[in-house]
C-alpha cells in the first residue's frame, strides 16, 4: 500500500523553539525521510509564498496565498520541476479538478543543500 | 536638477540590476548605494552626460564587489556570471554605450496575478515610480512599517515562488497588461479621489509604458483616459464643492493635456480591436468638446458596455441617453440596475427627475445619494441640489 501524509503546521509553531532545539526537530524530518517506508517527501515554503489556480471559462485565475475555502477536500498532489511560476501555473490550470470547481495550490519546495 | 534624474533613472536602473541579479533586494540595495554616490559624485564634478550609464555601471559594479566578497551570496546567485572586469562608470557615461531598457520586465514581474493587488501596487509604486516607502505608506493611510512589511513579502514572494522577470508569451499577454493597467488605473484613482501626487505618478506610468509598448493600444488608451481626467482636476471643485463636467469652468481645464489626450486617442481608435480604456478615453474626449455630441458618446458606452458587461457602465450610458434627449427611456433603464447601494446612481437619476420637472422624486433620490456619500466635495453637491429642488424654493 502506498500513503500520502499530508502535514499540517500551526502557523509560527516553530517561532518557540531555540536554534538547537530547531534542530533537533528539522533532523527528526529528515530521519523519517531515511526510514525505508518513505518514498518521497518535500519541505513547503511559507504560506504566503504560495498561489491559487482555478480555472473558469477556459481562463486561470491566480490568487496570492493558499485555498482559504474548506468546502473542497484535498484529491491528490503532483510535485513537478518547472523553470519557474508561469510554467507551474500553467501545469495546475491543466489539472482536471482546477475547472471542476475545485482549486490547485501552487507551493515553492524548499532546497537544501545537502 | 539631480532629483529630477534621480525620479527618470531609478527605475530603469534597478530594471537592469533585477535582471541581471535576478534578486530584487540585493538589486534594490545596489540601486540606493550607486544614487547615494551620485548625490556626492555629481554635486562636485557636475551631472555625467549619461547619468542612466553612470548610474547602471556603478550599481553593477557594487554588486559584483559585494557577490566577490561574499561566498554565501555568490552560492545564492548562481546564475550570475561575475566578470572579472569591472567597467569604469565613468568612461561609460561619457561614451554612447547604450543599456538596454528592462522596465517593462519590471513592470510584469511587479504585477504579476500572483501577488495580492495592493502589494502589486505598492511594489510598482516602490520600483518603478521611485517613490519611498514612506510616502507609499501615506498614500495608502498605512503605518511605514506595514507598508514595508508588504513590500518585503511580496519582494520574497518574487524570489521563493520564482515569479519570472520577463514580458510574457503572447498567448498570455493581454491578460497580463490588462493586470498592469489594472494597476497603474488603481494608482491614478487613488489619486484622483485625493492624492494629486499619485495621479501624476500614474500618469508618468502610463507614459513609461507607452513609449515601451508604442503598438499597445490599450496602454495607449489608458494614458489618454487618465490625460483627459487629470485635465478637469482644477474644474472639478474649485470652491470645495463637485461641479458637474456641463457646468464646469473651462477656462481651469489643462488644455494642453487635452490636446495631448486627444492626440492619442486619435492614434488608437481607428485600430481594429480596440478595448475598454480606448473606448474609454473616446468618452472623455468627447465630453471635452464645446458642443458635446451625446448621441457620440451612447454609441461609445453601447461598444463599452459589450466590452465590460459592467452595471456602472450601463449607468454611464443611461446617464447620457439622458442628456441625448430620451430622459425618460434613460430612467427606466436605470431602474432596471441591481445597483441600490451606489450612490451615483441614485444623484444620477436625481439629475435627470430634476430636469424633467419632477422635483419631488428628484428630492427622494439626492436624499438617498447623499446618505450614501462619503466625499465632501460630493456631499455639498448634493446638499445643493436637495435645496434647488426641496419644498420651500
Known sequence: ?114 | MIEQVFRDEWGRVLATLVGFLGDFDLAEEATQEAFALAVDRWARDGVPRNPGAWLTTTARNRAIDRIRRDRVLAAKLPLVAVPDSRPDAEEVAMGATSIPDERLELIFTCCHPALATEAQVALTLRALGGLSTEDIARAFLVSTETMKRRLSRAKNKIRTAGVPFRVPPDHVLPERLAAVLGVVYLIFNRGYSGRDDLAGEAIRLGRVLTGLMPDEPEAAGLLALMLCHDARRAARAPQGELVPLEEQDRALWDHAMIAEGRALVDRVLGRPARGPYAVQAAIAVLQTEEQIDWAEVVALYDELVVLTGSPVVELNRAAALALAGAPEYALGLIDRLDLDGYQYLHSTRGEILRRLGRPDEALGAYRRALELAGAEHERRYLQRRIAEVGPGC
Request: hydrophobic share 45%.
Open chain 1, 1 to 114: 500500500m502506498k500513503y500520502a501524509l499530508m502535514i499540517y503546521v500551526s502557523p509560527g509553531g516553530m517561532e518557540a523553539f531555540s536554534e538547537e532545539e530547531g534542530a533537533a526537530i528539522s533532523a527528526e524530518y529528515l530521519a523519517l525521510r531515511d526510514d525505508p517506508r518513505c518514498v518521497d517527501g518535500a519541505e513547503l515554503a511559507l504560506p504566503e509564498t504560495a498561489s491559487t489556480v482555478r480555472v473558469q471559462d477556459g481562463e486561470s485565475l491566480i490568487t496570492d496565498g493558499p485555498f482559504a475555502d474548506t468546502k473542497e477536500v484535498l484529491g491528490g498532489y503532483y510535485v513537478i520541476d518547472a523553470p519557474d511560476l508561469d510554467s507551474a501555473i500553467e501545469f495546475a490550470g491543466r489539472i482536471p479538478a482546477a475547472r471542476m470547481g475545485g482549486a490547485v495550490e501552487v507551493w515553492p519546495v524548499v532546497v537544501r543543500e545537502a
